[in-house]
């Protein structure tokens, strides 16, 4: 299993920007890509961004392509999203999850096998 770690949320007004940390730990080498993903109070867990493990390909949802950025940098074991211009409607709890099967789409949760606990984003004035 593969133990992540998401950190750096909080309360942030809008248009400000905010970067979010996944610690990656365990089986390492059973990662295909780190997905970052967003689930507001009542609503589904909503895809954001993705990133391929060992080639750093990365896939962003259209609605924060332009102002999200997820990276990883010298090969090491954390992942980050760079949030820039938020907006109130991206208030959410915001967690990070590993891919461990191929042939699966990197755009749906059931496509990763374990998750960190989230971390909270609230944006608001």
């Known amino acids: 299993q593969v133990q992540l770690v998401e950190s750096g949320g909080g309360l942030v007004q809008p248009g400000d920007p905010l970067r979010l940390s996944c610690e990656v730990s365990t089986r390492t080498s059973s990662i295909y890509g780190i997905g970052w993903f967003r689930q507001a109070p009542g609503k589904e867990r909503e895809f954001v961004a993705h990133?391929?493990?060992?080639?750093?390909?990365?896939y962003y949802s259209d609605s924060v392509k332009g102002r999200f950025t997820i990276s990883r940098y010298n090969a090491g074991n954390t992942v980050y999203l760079q949030m820039n211009s938020l907006a109130p409607d991206e208030s959410a709890v915001y967690y990070c999850?590993?891919?461990?099967?191929?042939?699966?789409?990197?755009?749906?949760?059931?496509?990763?096998?374990?998750w960190g606990q989230g971390t909270q984003v609230t944006v608001s004035s």
């Open positions: 999850g590993a891919q461990t099967r191929l042939g699966t789409t990197v755009f749906e949760p059931s496509s990763y096998d374990d």
């Open positions: 990133i391929m493990w060992n080639n750093g390909i990365d």
